[in-house]
């Protein structure tokens, strides 16, 4: 009796990848390609709604002087800005301005500044900058980056609040809650603090900048948190691209 030829089988068919929110495509295998930014629409839809959020935006530091601010600035990092507020008014009360702090030692500033965390380090850093202002710029606070960047202690995000708060420029400072929300938002992802930075000054309108980062820094803190984003409170979550959004506040453990 003659064979019938063997007929090749065809091969499963793969599931469809599945779509989420915000533009990421999950493969079955886990994988996941980069989720896209927000679009233009999607940008102005969700700045209109945190500047209705935050009308009166400002920085929560408490200062009266662009050298206030610097040094105020300089002490909040790696610290939060209601532990800087809580030493600032007794040191500024001794040391109002470059001439005065440049006069004290680092271990009389930390005296000052010592429940904030690194306060040994800012000490001296806060010294050294007083020293270098009077010594260079004439016992004033530069309105220039680079300028500011070269003092002692002082980074990229300091001099961007700086150059932001303190003098009106459209500077973009990226801290931590700035850097989270613009990528789980899709806002302006990126893997430094430098992309994100860079993503946001080509992305939201020019005129929008400088106020935009007060926004973005307070929606952070307090809504837009680290480990569980609070969504259900959230007003700008029609054009956010963050693809686990819960809309619903959980249930509160009765007593």
Known sequence: MALKAATAK??????????KPGGATHAPNGTANAPRN???????????????TWPDAETELKFKTPFQLLIATALAAQATDASVNRVTPALFAVAPGPAEMAKLT????GNYIRTIGLWRNKAK??????QALVDRFDSEVPADRDALESLPGVGRKT???VLNVAFGQAAVPVDTHCF?????????????VLDVEHGLESRIPADLLRESHHWLILQGRYVCKARRPECWRCAATACCLYPEKELI???RAKS
């Open 38 to 52: 927000m679009t233009k629409t999607e940008i102005a839809g969700f700045l209109a709604d945190l500047a209705r």
């Open 159 to 161: 001099a961007a609040v």
């Open 249 to 251: 506040p959980p249930r």
């Open 125 to 130: 850093n806060v010294v050294a900058l007083s």
């Open 10 to 19: 065809p091969a499963p068919k793969k599931p469809a990848p599945k779509r």
């Open 180 to 192: 989270r929300l613009a990528n789980r938002t899709g806002l302006a992802r990126g893997k430094t």
């Open 106 to 109: 680092a271990d009389e500033v």
